[in-house]
């Protein structure tokens, strides 16, 4: 799936201005019209390599039903749980309540995945996977063929 976050009007993303929080859905430029600041939508994007996912205005959750969204759209993620679970192995029990984060370049396509989804709109198609991916023998979480390890469980790709 393409999805670009730079095409005008801008998508409705749920965006806001940094500045003044104007809502950004709409409109032919990246600037605000409230307030002047002019943004890059690359700015929108937390910091961060594997930035934590903003949706509706709070920090996305590991929900069984986001998990398989993802999965279904082949978008690797990662869970990120508190110092304290994490210390105690408490993935399991936690289950719907850890913070989830995906790779920079994936974040708008979650976004407007996670959009549609909540307004119950068409989501796009599928893209089959191709003779490259590969399921982890260990885990049997389905991986794009760049990956060589594991997303999920870091096993290294059988030859």
Known sequence: MTFDPDQLPIPDLGLRCRRCGYGLAGLPRHQCPECGQTFTMDE??????????IFNGGELRGKPEVLDLLR??????IEILGPAEAMYGMVETLRGRTR???????????IDLLRRQALAEPLPPIEETTAN?????????????????CWSCETARPA
């Open 133 to 149: 991916d590969w399921t982890c023998p260990s885990c049997q979480e389905e991986n794009p063929g760049t990956f060589d390890v």
């Open 100 to 110: 989830i984060a995906v790779p920079r370049a994936s974040y708008f396509e979650v």
């Open 44 to 53: 929108m994007v937390p910091p961060g390599d594997f930035p934590i996912v």
């Open 72 to 77: 279904q759209y082949h978008i690797p993620f």
